[in-house]
């Protein structure tokens, strides 16, 4: 009787916190098991054996997961407090070049004109000494440090203007793209001591090891596997403690939640920081596994084009969007390779057809099929069933 | 020469003894109602684009008391709403929450928190979250972004979502999604997420658009019930509706009071008539 | 090959007409055509002198000789030192042309070809030639653009040049010039205090570059003694510098104004289709792309009427790209009513489309669009302030486009269902209002007009697939600037943007000025999110 009880209220507690996403770690298994599979054959396996991964495979696999971890980013924002921001890739690019300006420094006098104390770019452009804002970047942890609060500080103080003065919809988001691009503009320029044009290149190594050997690589990989596994748990634990669902609220009735007392600004102000943070992390992993980072990286394009993997993935599930960025980023390498014309026709047709007929994207696909195979287990009604009301309140903007 | 004096004005008045300087006035105070009043609205005035919607207004509250809000369309009662929740800014006037509190120095999340809960005119509910947590964010306790990410509900905050559970009559759906309700179950919700805060004063707009007979009665009890713990005020065009709880009537015409007393009283009010049924009645 | 055997002096006399001066005095004729024979051979002392005797002999009809030996076209055909005058085509060909009669002539290897060299000696001798032409034979104009460059080199010989232009009943315009050359030879010869302050004084305020300079090295000039002189020329330089500059303002005034009038018509249309329907059309740029490939297209199918192609360019350019906005309207965006976050994702993966299918039907490359005759050049306010005629037509072009809406929207049917649906979506459809067909024709006509600010553009920039994308961003803040749903404050919000962008370009750089702009702006709009003019009243909440 006791046990029984017992099981009740747990299938209550259960029930009052199943909430899109959970119940999703099978992603976190899947995303360990391959990344460490790949490591194994690439490290252990002989390069003529057919089960070897080649290194190119692995920095691309690496590349994908830094994508993935920006379009969680965007998810976090986008899919559960409905800010659509067309410029996460600004954020994105800051941390690349904080982490570029570390590997730039790292380079030392190996560089084609040799000079220890200036990057090439610099002695090229005639530049006699280094800029303030380079100093310290030769140390690691500064550099981090510098790449997480450069974005995050940029993120604060745009949300907190935008966010305070009420701007929301498709405002927001024009003015996202507006931020980014003004950047991109910036970032062109030799003056603002960032390589300009060309941007940050010819990286040796990241904290003493080759970054052409293979086990560098391999641990850059594996390094970008574990952020991502890391950033989605706390993302999960973010999106279904009581703070994730003041944000759902926010995004479906922000005027209700105000009336309730919850600083909505604030809200928003903390989740795009947090939000810009992943982005940035994402950013830093990504520039010493492409060995390049520069000013196109800003680009509306790249920005906008993340927002597609999460409406494809599925927005408002973490894991829709991971899936949802592997899934292009894998078509467009092979499109590209393939036939590189149709690659911006599939992209262009991806954003039609999936926000016309896909307003959940995969995974809502996904959780109708899984619902439907549960209710024909136990013939419940399920509260997933009026999810299609949902989507034109959590647009609203 | 009279910069100078000004400035000596300014730092006067900054100086002086009787009052507190803004910033050490701490944010969150009991309302004070020693006065047994709980809202004082004196010469309110706001007008949009050269329409007055409200026209020197003057209004005053008792704590506890239910007080009904009438009046034709556009004749100021929700902008009066909007004023005292602060989502509107007035133009001049003052209003005051008991003794000690200045509405207007306040913005909307604030004057929730304070103790001042509202309902709008269409329901609004949280529709991607169940009934259980729409009650649950609703709850009386720190709205911070840190609370919210460290909160864990206590068994006393259950117990309380349980009680306006069955207040409410959806103690069955609590697990069903808010925006699969009906449009009567919404309004109960939100009337619930109101309770669910216990604020001291409720603005309730036009609680029964879109019930039945049956509900609109049960919502009536409801109401009257609330009033003595809580202050409540009521938006409603149904007058069958006003009749069946109003104690106090007030009658709002062109942004400023017509008139105030029992709904009898009201009724026969020479300007009520006249403005309701014409200059030649 | 035959024919061009044919001496060249045969071929001129021939073919001159036979009113001409040439043909009326024969006895120099043969003279011209053995000095033209040594032209080919000769040295560059030599063809100066050469220069100097065919302006002698031939006069006026030389002048097309001169004009293609000075723009350095003028090549000599090595088997038969036939001299004739040679461009480059877009395909990089050398086509020739008769000097003397613009006939066109086959094209040529260049290895057949020799080039007639010139030096700036050389050079500033043709100008003179040139302009003592055109001061004693050619048209009002021509005098004037005479006169002033012989302000350059006030010879002995140049001002006797000028009185007998004078006496010949030159305008009031070039009398005035002639005047003011008076004055420089005056202040440079005359030794008498008076006549020289008199003659500073003429040229007190002149904006031409000569006064200028010589009053400069006047002032630069140990030699000159005069205290009295040398304040005055200060005092003109003043004058002139301050003059300059207010010009110079003008300048900058007049290029923002245009880059405000191009940021007007690429705004207008998504004021429209955002104002009435509340979606952001990100393909908007590509609709103006649309327009502009439009307008080349055209340029191709009537090469033969470039003047007029424009005039059919505006109506062309307007239905495509207004029909593919029908389009667009019906088969996505319909679907999306009341979604504005995926509406702006769609549109944008239809830009995307279009600028892939641009791409693939003409080329990843920029196109020629011709500029015609009646475009280019510039209207000549004076020697430091001229307005170029494209500019200014599309200035007055955008402000036609701007009426036209107007007036569509304050007076047809269309703009009162069009103006009922933007204030009360809900209540026009409850009174009968078509909302769909009028949403179709909304987003058409919005769509229509980026075609038309397409053909513009046209003119100003490279036409290629990318052209469109840049003008999103730009248009959009316009819009949100002016206020959503007012045309007035988009064209405010246009000209306002356009003039604060060039003012601080000269400060800042280009780049810099652009990004200052869109700072400004996002801290604008969290200032004031409704814009300039925004819409009030409970209405708009």
């Known amino acids: 009787m006791n046990t029984l009880s017992a099981l009740r209220s747990f299938g209550q507690w259960f029930a009052e916190f199943r909430q899109p996403g959970r119940g999703s770690s099978w992603l976190v298994g899947i995303l360990l098991l391959v990344t460490l599979t790949m490591s194994a054959a690439n490290l252990l396996l002989p390069a003529d054996s057919p089960l070897y991964v080649s290194t190119y495979t692995i920095t691309l696999m690496g590349k994908y997961l830094c994508f993935a971890m920006l379009a969680m980013a965007v998810d976090i924002i986008w899919g559960y407090c409905g800010i659509l921001s067309l410029g996460h890739g600004a954020f994105f690019a800051l941390g690349g070049y904080g982490m570029g300006m570390y590997l730039m420094r790292q380079i030392g006098d190996r560089g084609v004109y040799g000079n220890a104390d200036l990057p090439d770019f610099m002695v090229f452009l005639n530049w006699q000494e280094l800029p303030w804002f380079w100093f310290g970047m030769d140390q690691f942890w500064f550099a981090v440090l510098m790449a997480l609060l450069v974005p995050g500080l940029l993120a604060f103080g745009f949300g907190w203007l935008a966010f305070r003065s009420r701007v929301t919809g498709v405002y927001l988001s024009i003015m996202t793209q507006a931020l980014t691009y003004a950047l991109m503009l910036a970032f062109f320029r030799n003056e603002m001591g960032f390589g300009g044009n060309n941007g940050l290149t010819d990286f040796k190594d990241i904290l003493g090891f080759d970054l052409q050997a293979d086990g560098t690589r391999v641990a850059l990989l594996l390094a970008t596997t574990l952020l991502l596994v890391l950033a989605f748990l706390s993302s999960r634990a973010i999106v279904q403690s009581r703070l994730g669902r003041v944000i759902v609220a926010v995004r479906d009735a922000e005027a209700r939640a105000r009336f309730l007392g919850y600083r909505t600004e604030h809200y928003k102000v903390w989740l795009f920081v947090y939000s810009a943070l992943i982005a940035a992390v994402a950013g830093m992993l990504y520039v010493p596994q492409v060995g390049i980072i520069n000013p196109g990286e800003f680009s509306p394009l790249n920005s906008i084009e993340v927002v597609v993997w999460v409406a494809v993935g599925g927005r408002g599930t973490l894991y829709g969007a991971i899936v949802g960025a592997l899934l292009v980023n894998y078509a467009k390498t092979r499109f590209t390779a393939l036939m590189p014309d149709a690659w911006l026709f599939a992209l262009g047709a991806l954003f039609v057809i999936v926000t016309v007929y896909l307003p959940r994207g995969l995974a809502g696909i996904f959780e109708r099929f899984a619902v439907g195979m549960r209710r024909e287990k136990h013939g419940e009604k399920s509260w997933r069933e009026n999810s299609g009301q949902l989507s034109a309140g959590e647009v609203s903007a | ?281 | 090959m035959k024919f061009l055997l044919h001496s060249l002096w045969l071929v001129a006399a021939l073919l001159l007409p036979a009113g001409s001066p040439l043909a009326q005095t024969p006895p120099t004729a043969p003279a011209v055509g053995e000095l033209l024979q040594q032209i080919p051979n000769a040295s560059l002392k030599k063809t100066g002198e050469l220069v100097q005797q065919l302006e002698q002999a031939g006069g006026a009809e030389m002048r097309p000789l001169f004009e293609a030996m000075l723009a350095g076209e003028l090549y000599a055909v090595k088997e038969s030192d036939k001299l004739v005058a040679v461009t480059k085509d877009r395909a990089g060909r050398l086509v020739g042309r008769e000097i003397f009669n613009d006939r066109k002539l086959a094209a040529f290897a260049s290895r057949d070809l020799k080039k007639i060299r010139v030096n700036n000696r050389l050079r500033s001798q043709l100008r003179d030639a040139i302009a003592r032409i055109d001061l004693l034979h050619g048209s009002e104009e021509q005098q004037h653009a005479a006169v002033l460059s012989i302000l350059d080199d006030l010879s002995s010989q140049n001002m006797r040049l000028l009185r007998s232009a004078e006496t010949a009943g030159a305008s009031a315009q070039v009398q005035e010039v002639i005047a003011l050359a008076d004055a420089m030879v005056q202040l440079r010869d005359s030794r008498v205090l008076e006549e020289r302050l008199a003659a500073i004084e003429i040229m007190s305020g002149r904006l031409e570059a000569p006064v200028r300079n010589q009053l400069q090295r006047l002032l630069n000039d140990d030699g000159e003694q005069e205290v009295a002189v040398k304040a005055a020329a200060q005092k003109a330089l003043d004058k002139i510098a301050g003059r300059v500059e207010f010009y110079g303002q003008m300048e900058q005034l007049f290029f923002g104004l245009s880059l405000g009038s191009v940021l007007l018509l690429a705004a207008i249309g998504l004021a429209i289709t955002f104002g009435v329907m509340g979606v952001i059309n990100m393909a908007h740029g590509e609709m103006i792309m649309l327009g502009a490939y439009t307008t080349y297209v055209i340029q191709q199918l009537m090469p033969g009427a470039i003047e007029y192609s424009l005039l059919l360019a505006v109506p062309a350019a307007f239905l495509v790209s207004g029909g593919v906005g029908v389009l667009i309207e019906r088969g996505v965006i319909r679907h999306l009513q009341g979604r504005p976050l995926e509406t702006l994702l769609a549109t944008f993966g239809l830009s995307l489309i279009l600028q892939q299918a641009v791409r693939s039907i003409f080329s990843p490359l920029n196109m020629q669009v011709v500029t015609p005759g009646w475009m280019s050049g510039s209207l000549v306010i004076n020697p430091v302030f001229s307005l170029t005629y494209n500019r200014l037509y599309i200035l007055l072009f955008a402000l036609a486009v701007f009426a036209a809406l107007v007036a569509i929207l304050k007076k047809s049917s269309l703009g009162l269902n069009v103006r009922a649906v933007s204030q009360n979506r809900d209540m026009a459809k409850a009174m009968g209002v078509r909302t769909e067909l009028v949403d179709a024709m909304t987003f058409g006509l919005g769509s229509g007009i980026a075609g038309v600010a397409g053909v513009a553009l046209s003119q100003l920039t490279n036409v290629g697939p990318n052209l469109g994308q840049s003008y999103i961003i730009d248009s959009f803040m316009v819009v949100v600037f002016g206020g959503v749903g007012n045309l007035l404050g988009t064209l405010v919000g246009g000209f306002s943007l356009g003039v604060a962008n060039k003012f601080l370009e000269p400060a800042t750089g280009a780049v810099l000025a652009n990004i200052i702009v869109l700072v400004c702006l996002i801290l604008f709009i969290q200032k004031r999110p409704k814009g300039l003019f925004p819409q009030r009243g409970r209405a708009a909440e």
């Open chain 2, 1 to 281: 020469m009279n910069s100078i004096h000004q400035l000596a004005g300014q730092a006067r008045e900054v100086m002086r003894r009787d009052t507190t300087w803004p910033f050490l006035i701490p944010r969150r105070r009991m309302v004070d109602v020693s006065k047994d009043i709980i809202l004082y609205l004196e010469d309110l005035n706001v007008s949009f684009d050269g329409f007055r919607a409200l026209n020197n207004l003057n209004l005053y509250v008792n704590d506890g008391e239910l007080r009904c809000l009438i009046g034709a369309n556009g004749a100021g009662k929700t902008t009066l709403m909007d004023v005292i929740t602060g989502k509107t800014r007035c133009d001049s006037g003052s209003a005051w929450f008991g003794q000690n509190i200045d509405l207007l120095a306040h913005d909307e999340a604030e004057i929730a928190q304070l103790g001042i809960g509202r309902k709008f005119q269409k329901p609004t509910v949280f529709e991607a979250h169940t009934v259980f947590h729409n009650l649950e964010l609703s709850l009386r306790c720190g709205k911070g972004v840190w609370r919210a990410l460290t909160a864990r509900l206590s068994g006393s905050e259950r117990d309380r979502i349980d009680e306006v559970l069955s207040i409410i009559g959806l103690e069955s759906s609590r697990h069903q999604l808010a925006g699969a309700l009906s449009h009567g179950q919404k309004q109960w919700l939100e009337i619930g997420m109101l309770l669910a805060a216990e604020p001291r004063l409720l603005l309730v707009d036009e609680p029964v658009a879109g019930m039945t007979a049956e509900e609109a009665e049960r919502t009536a009890e409801l109401l009257t019930s609330l009033a003595g713990k809580h202050t409540v005020i009521v938006v409603e065009h149904d007058m069958e509706f006003v009749r069946s709880i109003a104690r106090t009537v007030t009658v709002l015409h062109q942004g400023s009071v017509l008139a105030e007393g029992t709904m009898d009283q009201v009724q026969n009010n020479r300007d009520v008539v006249e403005v309701y049924l014409g200059e030649g009645a």
